[in-house]
């Protein structure tokens, strides 16, 4: 079993930054794909990046080039660090993770955190 407590979330003005982190219990962290996902409400959840255990990125194309997806397995957290925010970048965010390869859809990933808040202003 694996337990995710996100942090990091807030207001913030369109173009600035925020840092989300996620710490993750158990001790096979390294082994698992870690992801972030973002939800508006009534909407479907939607991948923003994913970093799989040989250290491949991958994002969507709405953030790319702003967002950076890190992990620091001594500490087992997963970060998402957050440029040039823009008001449709406001989303509950969410990690995730999988034992294995990384996907983009949220049914693939068995662990899921609570999620916290991302709000940006115009």
Do not use: H
Not at 74 to 84: C, E, P, R
């Amino acid at each position: 079993q694996v337990q995710l407590v996100e942090s990091g979330g807030g207001s913030v003005q369109a173009g600035g930054s925020l840092r989300l982190s996620c710490v993750a219990s158990g001790n096979r962290y390294s082994s698992y794909c870690m992801a972030w996902f973002r939800q508006a409400p009534r909407k479907e959840r939607e991948r923003v990046a994913t970093l799989a255990p040989t250290g491949s990125t991958s994002y969507a194309d709405s953030v790319k080039g702003r967002f950076t997806i890190s992990r620091d397995n001594a500490k087992n957290t997963l970060y998402l660090q957050m440029n040039s925010l823009k008001p449709e970048d406001a989303d509950m965010y969410y990690c995730a993770a999988r034992d294995g390869d990384c996907y983009s859809s949220e049914r693939f990933y068995n662990y899921w955190g609570q999620g916290t808040q991302v709000t940006v202003s115009s």
